[in-house]
């Protein structure tokens, strides 16, 4: 029985996508409430490509790990951008 194409490429980027939400919530975590954009942890994490960090950034914010800090920085080409703080522990402020 032949797998799908999709289901094959799905289940390759599976580890690999742990791997790198790991890296990016560390990194964010080591920001601290100065906090990260998606271009500055891009520059960062040894020019993580955007197509790679976005997504991971966004499985922190649906895990409840990484949320908008309702500030903005500018990007290398000039747009604002959300900064991602982590998110308190419950019962913390």
Sequence with gaps: MEQDTSA???GSVRAPSAHW???VLDWITER???GATCDEAELCL???RHQTCGPRIRELVQLGLVKDSGRRRPTRSGREAIVW???PPPGTR
């Design 85 to 87: 703080i982590l998110t």
């Design 8 to 10: 094959i490429a799905a």
């Design 32 to 34: 601290g409430e100065f």
């Design 46 to 48: 040894r020019n993580l």
């Design 21 to 23: 939400r790991q890296i």
